[in-house]
């Protein structure tokens, strides 16, 4: 078993009541999500062929260097875990879904395993996370305190996935449920800036 990035300073998981997949409940999502978090199988950032979502419009605001609280809602119990990037000026940035081992099933394709970066790498803050493997009793929250690079952007783009473990292939998506939320980050100026970012334009 690999364990998830020392950027998480802190995960608590809290049993809550729901009914589908994942919600993110903050930062604030960027598009117009029901109790089950839909839409979110398209990639990068969620919607479908159905509903390609309705934009929110909220620009979260953070500081760069500090850490970012966290918060999902696992309304349907999967396998797998978390994974946490960042693009500063374009969701084209942001990293392609985990590479996925599968299993061929009379149904077809079944995940295995994904890769997990480890130490993550640029645009990945942290992958791995709220790792689970046992259905618990009732559905649950996930919480963590997640690094933020000491960087400047108007609107940077903070991308959740949830990889999925012993699922089948869906179109769109594939074996990733997608989601992201819209933030303003100020560098903090007592800290040095962080290299290897794109400059914000």
Known sequence: MRFFSALVALVVAVPVVGDAHFKLLEPASWIVS????????AGPCGGDAKD?????NVVGKAVGGQMLRL?????VYHPGHYRVALAVNSRDELPADPVTTTRETEKGPQSIWAVIQSPPQKPVLVDGLFQHY??????QIYEADVQLPNVSCRKCTLQIVQWMAQHGYNNPGGYTYHHCADVQITADPSKPLDTGWPESR
């Open 134 to 139: 046992t259905r618990p009793a009732q559905p």
């Open 34 to 41: 029901n109790d089950r978090g839909d839409p979110q199988k």
């Open 52 to 56: 390609p979502g309705t934009p929110t």
């Open 71 to 75: 918060k999902v809602q696992e309304t």
